[in-house]
């Protein structure tokens, strides 16, 4: 199984832009048309496309519901979405307009008993938890909530625990401190999750900067990877990095 790369839009206010570290006030304006920004990646050769609504993750609603709904008719690509889809509603909208599967953040932490009979009724193909970290002095992984502006003073590993008999088969954890940073991902984070949870399918995110700290992730059992600052800075080339991970051994 090859690991999959998954190009990424944050939408701001209609517009394709990169946070640095999730600081709303410190958005870079890439694309102003998510279309044509998806056609980009589509035309790279790109299966998946990562897309973050931003207004909805800071209002705890989906606030640019017709933006990703034009995006997913065209079915270019498979899209998965998140940022404030906190409802049973949310998700079946977005699932009804083309979207492949969504992806709860805040919701996944504070609410798991909710999450876990949305993953019964949807399906586990439908729905990522979406995991953003932070290592406290611990080194361990405290997860943060409500687009990053929160604290919750839990361990990933303890969440992830209250989801070990459910249906959950896929999960993005993205390493805050790296995110926008462009300075490699947090390798040993992986390795250690893949090894704590081996049944699950873990999307990285966060830091990575170049095809090498791509190359690097394949061999951990990563499923997937989101990238963005280091695609539209002309970082990494995206078609070149899909076809260097299409001859890179994957243990997963």
């Known amino acids: 199984m090859t690991m999959e790369?998954?190009?990424?839009?944050?939408?701001?206010?209609?517009?394709?832009?990169?946070?640095?570290?999730?600081?709303?006030?410190?958005?870079?304006?890439?694309?102003?048309?998510?279309?044509?920004?998806?056609?980009?990646?589509?035309?790279?050769?790109?299966?998946?496309?990562?897309?973050?609504?931003?207004?909805?993750?800071?209002?705890?609603?989906p606030m640019q519901f017709d933006v990703i709904a034009a995006v997913a008719k065209q079915k270019i690509?498979?899209?998965?979405?998140?940022g404030g889809i906190r409802d049973e509603g949310a998700i079946e909208r977005l699932l009804?307009?083309?979207?492949?599967?969504?992806?709860?953040?805040?919701?996944?932490?504070?609410?798991?008993?909710?999450?876990?009979?949305?993953?019964?009724?949807?399906?586990?193909?439908r729905i990522v938890l979406a995991f953003d970290v932070r290592m406290n002095e611990k080194n361990e992984p405290e997860v943060l909530t409500q687009g990053w502006q929160h604290g919750s003073?839990?361990?990933?590993?303890?969440?992830?625990?209250?989801?070990?008999d459910s249906d959950l088969k896929t999960i993005l954890c993205t390493d805050v401190a790296r995110d926008g940073m462009m300075t490699g991902a947090n390798h040993a984070f992986y390795r250690d999750l893949r090894k704590r949870w081996p049944s699950l399918?873990?999307?990285?995110?966060?830091?990575?900067?170049d095809q090498n700290d791509l190359l690097a992730l394949?061999?951990?059992?990563?499923?997937?990877?989101?990238?963005?600052?280091?695609?539209?800075?002309?970082?990494?080339?995206?078609?070149?990095?899909?076809k260097a991970l299409k001859g890179q051994p994957h243990a997963g």
């Open 5 to 61: 790369i998954f190009p990424a839009i944050d939408l701001q206010n209609g517009q394709c832009v990169r946070l640095v570290q999730g600081d709303f006030n410190a958005a870079k304006v890439y694309e102003t048309d998510p279309l044509v920004q998806a056609l980009r990646f589509a035309d790279a050769g790109a299966r998946w496309l990562h897309i973050v609504d931003l207004n909805g993750a800071r209002a705890g609603k």
């Open 77 to 82: 690509l498979k899209v998965q979405v998140g």
């Open 96 to 125: 009804d307009e083309g979207v492949e599967r969504v992806v709860l953040g805040s919701l996944a932490v504070n609410n798991p008993a909710l999450v876990r009979d949305w993953l019964g009724w949807f399906g586990p193909a």
């Open 153 to 164: 003073k839990m361990s990933l590993w303890d969440i992830l625990t209250a989801y070990a």
């Open 201 to 209: 399918e873990i999307l990285a995110s966060g830091g990575i900067k």
């Open 218 to 242: 394949a061999p951990l059992g990563v499923a997937g990877a989101v990238v963005g600052k280091a695609i539209y800075e002309g970082r990494i080339d995206l078609a070149l990095a899909l």
